[in-house]
């Protein structure tokens, strides 16, 4: 019977959260679809129908000057109009896009003040049907496979970029402390994830209070070393460009500590709950170990868990700088260089900080665990 409780409270949470998740999809931000970027302006899916190549020239391997196109307007009210186009290439391979005639593309289109259409700018090629289509296999395969499990994983993954999404960003860019916004976003997620996929019971708080120690050490030691590293968030891609958009107020350095946690809490979420679960299993076959026999077995886990997911963040940093080690590589600059750089250094401190998180995160989990187990039994 407080098995069967214990499920109906999870479902009930589930829904709660679910219908959290659809309230704040109407929470308006500048993200929204249809969002007029500038007075009569509005972003629609365009066919390339036909293009004019006449203006492009060709540098080495990359492209500049501009391509006049005809487009037909395939979404909103003005479907079915055709319109001159025009799109822009700057030289840089990652920035622009080479059209031809029957590619799909999002189009900024332009109306007069009477609502007329008149001209679209090419704005990249169209994708959302297949990122649609890519995150409905993923969670088809998701429910398909862990069942009721699945279903509960995937109202907190939509859960968790709604929250980013509609909360956490508006919350940066409006000034708000993004340390201490990210902290409680952080810790929100946590408890909705982990207490929907580990119920109200001992191995969801057990997993719980471990994220909470794992990132809050984790946001000490990147605040910490950001500072003695003379490191500012103007080292990320894009930061930079944001003081140049109206928005000079923001502390680009607590920005790129909040990113240092906020990219390890998932890592931490993981490596809490393989070990509570472990203890729970153990447990569950023997209700008479004692407490230290269950934080022994707790610490055995967590050895064996700390030795893979160090690397997964080591492998998953790495990737988004790979290409600029290749470059070094290949220019033949010294690994001290290398070391030395605000970037290469931005990478190293959000891997090793992150670990740092992971390697505290199992023993307290454990220990938490193995106090809890052993209440229940002593009550």
């Not at 990249?124 to 398909?144: H, P, T």
């Not at 030395?340 to 989990?365: D, M, Q, R």
Request: overall charge positive.
């Amino acid at each position: 019977m407080i098995m069967k409780k214990n499920e109906k409270q999870h479902w009930i949470f589930t829904v709660v959260v679910l219908a959290v998740t659809v309230a704040a999809l109407f929470i308006p931000t500048r993200f929204d679809t249809g969002h007029e970027m500038a007075a009569g302006t509005v972003a629609v899916k365009c066919r390339i129908l036909t293009v004019d190549n006449t203006g492009l020239e060709q540098y080495g391997i990359t492209k500049v000057g501009n391509q006049t196109v005809t487009v037909r307007v395939l979404s909103g009210k003005y479907r079915g109009t055709e319109l001159p186009g025009f799109n822009q290439l700057v030289g840089k391979m990652e920035l622009d896009t080479v059209y031809k005639s029957g590619m799909t593309a999002l189009c900024n289109l332009y109306a007069d003040a009477q609502g007329k259409a008149k001209s679209v700018t090419l704005q990249g090629a169209y994708r959302l049907n297949y990122e649609l289509l890519l995150f409905g296999l993923f969670a088809l395969f998701l429910v398909v496979f862990a069942g009721g499990t699945g279903v509960k994983a995937l109202a907190t993954f939509v859960f968790s970029g709604v929250m980013i999404w509609k909360i956490m960003l508006p919350l940066f860019l409006k000034g708000v402390n993004p340390v201490a916004a990210a902290v409680i976003i952080v810790m929100l997620l946590s408890a909705v994830i982990l207490f929907i996929i580990g119920g109200f019971t001992e191995k969801g708080a057990a997993s719980f209070l471990g994220t909470a120690a794992g990132v809050l050490v984790t946001f000490l030691l990147s605040a910490v070393f950001t500072h003695l590293f003379r490191l500012s968030g103007a080292v990320k891609s894009w930061m930079e460009t944001l003081l140049y958009t109206g928005y000079s107020h923001l502390n680009l350095t607590q920005i790129f500590i909040a990113g240092i946690f906020i990219g390890a809490s998932g890592a931490v979420m993981d490596i809490s709950m393989d070990v509570a679960s472990s203890i729970e299993e153990v447990y569950r076959h023997n209700p008479s170990l004692g407490r230290k026999e269950l934080m022994l077995s707790g610490f055995r886990v967590g050895r064996s868990v700390i030795g893979t997911m160090t690397t997964t963040l080591l492998l998953a940093y790495s990737s988004s700088y790979m290409g600029l080690l290749m470059v070094f590589m290949a220019q033949g600059t010294s690994l001290i260089q290398i070391l030395n750089l605000n970037y290469v250094a931005a990478e190293l401190l959000n891997t090793i900080v992150g670990s740092f998180g992971l390697v505290l995160t199992a023993p307290l989990t454990a220990v938490v665990a193995a106090f809890l187990y052993t209440g229940i039994r002593k009550k």
